[in-house]
């Protein structure tokens, strides 16, 4: 199957400080990538959606000024988490879907953000 | 959410029996039906996909059966092996959007 890639792995930041997440696909062009949030032991909650070139849809309760989201490339997208908190340390998981009708979505290896 | 519904919330099976996850969904407009197998600390992997024209789809070891009627469909693993041990997560949605169920934490003992 495709290949997305997350980069960093982990991270770790203090409090206020911004992070910036990489998600690319390295063997297909992704028209759509997805950004989902994962605490422990729960389910992944869709954040936003973004299609290249254009700006990104969120979901209802997501604060878009805090995660910038940026799908400058068929093969990047970017999201970043601004002025940190220690609530905001989760597990962010990205997702690339090439585009047509109920195309399977691969999914990045996750990145484990924690906030001190 | 409540669109999606997955039991059951953790499964112990032993080697080589079978392992049955539901997912109950409530949104008709729903045409894609996959499940996802998560390993601690990594991305979801998609293990098996349905289409609602279909009602049973098997690859290997794994099967899914679709009830579209019933707005229903699971996930079969037969011979379950240790290596299943992994949360699976069903995410009925459209070619838009997934929604993730709950997830189900599988432990196959030897």
């Known amino acids: 199957g495709a290949v997305v890639s997350q980069h960093p792995s982990w991270v770790i930041c203090k409090s206020g400080t911004s992070v910036k997440i990489e998600c690319r696909s390295l063997?297909?062009?992704?028209?759509?990538m997805f950004w989902y949030r994962q605490f422990p032991k729960q389910s992944l909650m869709l954040m936003a959606t973004?299609?290249?070139?254009?700006?990104?849809?969120?979901e209802q309760g997501v604060e878009k000024d805090k995660f910038l989201i940026n799908h400058a490339s068929l093969t990047l997208s970017t999201l970043t988490v601004t002025s940190a908190h220690p609530e905001d340390s989760s597990f962010y998981i990205c997702?690339?879907?090439?585009?047509?009708?109920?195309?399977?979505?691969?999914f990045g290896q996750g990145t484990r953000l924690t906030v001190v | 959410q409540q669109q999606v519904k997955q039991s059951p919330q953790s499964l112990i099976v032993q080697k080589g029996g079978i392992s049955i996850i539901n997912c109950a969904y409530e949104?008709?407009?729903?045409?894609?039906f996959p499940w996802y197998q998560q390993f601690p600390g990594k991305g979801p992997a998609l293990l098996i996909a349905?289409?609602?024209?279909?009602s049973e789809k098997k690859e290997g070891r794994f099967t899914i059966s679709f009830n579209k009627s019933a707005k229903q469909f699971s996930l079969h693993i037969m011979d379950s092996q240790p290596g299943d041990s992994a949360t699976y997560f069903c995410?009925?949605?459209?070619?838009?959007?997934?929604?993730f169920g709950s997830g189900t934490r599988l432990l196959v003992r030897p």
């Open positions: 973004s299609n290249e070139g254009s700006k990104a849809t969120y």
């Open positions: 949104n008709t407009a729903f045409d894609y």
């Open positions: 997702s690339a879907r090439v585009g047509g009708v109920n195309t399977e979505a691969f």
């Open positions: 349905i289409r609602p024209d279909v």
């Open positions: 063997d297909f062009q992704a028209t759509t």
């Open positions: 995410a009925p949605g459209t070619s838009y959007k997934l929604i």
